[in-house]
């Protein structure tokens, strides 16, 4: 082989050498590139979950703790609403209970002020019947004419299942005086107070 045909040959092994170093070169270039790319994206991506698993988890933190404090106040309204019907049964007791002499006073009272004709009937409790003595009906009777009505006022035979008071009964009308209804006629109006007292 002659030398000129060495000198192309050389020449040509050169410049494929040099392409192969500058093709490998770009290629580990790119390699590179593609590959700080891709971890750029990856990291972008675990910031995103990140982002997203941390808003999420703070959005069931909330609504947990919202729920937990609905709960709470629900509870806590139970548990006020338990004690103020408590305060108001312990009241019916105690106006069960008083004193017979204050009892009769406080029924007499209500009867006079409830009466309209002096014809009506009075319905009470079992315990009322043998506890009232028909003394204390005769006076309301005494009484009823003085305010110029007619005295004649009964005790019915008949009993309603009640703790105290009575009801009324005229002419097919009911006037419940019961202390159970008395009561919860008023507490709309009470139980404000009665709360104000309880959980000042």
Do not use: H
């Not at 000198?7 to 500058?22: C, F, P, T």
């Not at 590179?32 to 990291?43: C, G, I, L, P, R």
């Not at 006073?105 to 409790?125: F, H, P, Q």
């Amino acid at each position: 082989m002659g030398e000129g045909a060495e000198r192309i040959i050389r020449r040509i092994l050169g410049d494929a050498n040099s392409k192969a170093v500058a093709i490998k070169t770009a290629a580990k270039e790119k390699s590179t590139a593609v590959e700080n790319e891709a971890k750029q994206k990856a990291a972008r991506k675990k910031e995103q979950i990140l982002e997203k698993a941390c808003k999420e988890a703070e959005e069931q933190k909330r609504r947990i703790i919202g729920v937990a404090q609905l709960e709470a106040r629900k509870e806590l309204l139970a548990a006020k609403q338990e004690l103020i019907s408590e305060v108001f049964q312990k009241s019916l007791d105690q106006l069960v209970d008083m004193d017979e002499r204050v009892y009769l006073a406080t029924i007499r009272d209500l009867i006079l002020k409830l009466v309209e004709t002096g014809t009506e009937t009075v319905l009470g409790s079992a315990i009322d019947q043998g506890r009232i003595p028909a003394v204390f009906w005769k006076e309301i009777n005494e009484t009823l004419v003085k305010q110029g009505k007619k005295g004649e006022l009964k005790l019915s035979a008949d009993t309603r299942d009640i703790r105290g008071g009575f009801i009324l009964q005229a002419e097919g009308v009911e006037i419940n005086c019961s202390f159970e209804s008395l009561l919860e006629m008023k507490r709309d109006r009470l139980e404000p107070e009665v709360a104000a007292a309880l959980f000042k």
